[in-house]
């Protein structure tokens, strides 16, 4: 009876003042998460809630941490309930994995008191994807549909396709009784784009149409 007594089981004084800091930290580092994902997005809509989800993760991690290092049957009371927790939300963007690691973890450091820590790593991180991924293609892919109503337009359009862009592979080609499709994979020279319009003036061609690609989804 007395292992009940012990102080493992008294509230634990919390210093409202270490409490509000170590959350304006959290927020401050978590406000730069989210600059950082809002200046590096590059997928096809942007997501401004997990942007907001980014800075509540960092404030809620940070919380969890803190509590359960001043109290520890909480931690252990911690352990089980978030072990029943399951995550259903799709993550679309691979990058978007990274941010809500960044944001968690950034959380626990900020809730165990590592600050300096947080903001090295924070400030690390932010280069990081400001120099891999900000950074433009020099030699964007695009995709080109053109529709054809015979062969003999379909062998212009591959001549004309292979003279007017740097390299050109086909991706695709859908034949039905009335005409057929084809889909390439093109590299502009010199950004380009005017051999569509070229292309639309092949006799046979009825629709030609050109979209950037990024190896995942059309933008």
Do not use: H
């Amino acid at each position: 009876m007395e292992y009940f007594n012990s102080d493992l089981f008294d509230q634990q004084i919390i210093n409202m003042t270490e409490v509000v800091r170590i959350i304006f930290f959290a927020l401050l580092i978590s406000l730069f998460i989210f600059w950082v994902y809002t200046k590096t997005y590059k997928g096809v809509m942007y997501s401004s809630s997990f942007g907001v989800t980014l800075i509540l993760m960092c404030l809620i991690t940070t919380l969890i941490i803190y509590s359960v290092a001043i109290n520890f049957l909480l931690s252990l009371g911690m352990v089980g309930a978030l072990s029943i927790v399951r995550f259903r939300t799709v993550i679309k963007e691979p990058l978007d994995l990274a941010y809500l690691f960044w944001s968690i973890s950034v959380g626990i450091l900020a809730g165990a008191g590592f600050f300096t820590i947080a903001v090295i790593g924070s400030i690390t991180i932010g280069i990081v994807l400001f120099v891999f991924v900000k950074q433009n293609p020099k030699d964007l892919p695009y995709i080109a549909i053109i529709s054809c109503e015979n062969e003999l337009a379909e062998v212009k359009v591959n001549e004309l396709i292979d003279s007017q862009t740097k390299k050109s592979v086909i991706k695709a080609k859908t034949v039905t009784r009335n005409n057929l499709e084809l889909t390439f994979e093109v590299r502009l020279k010199a950004e380009s784009t005017m051999f569509v319009n070229a292309l639309l003036a092949v006799e046979g061609v009825s629709n030609a149409t050109l979209v950037s690609y990024n190896g995942d989804y059309y933008i």
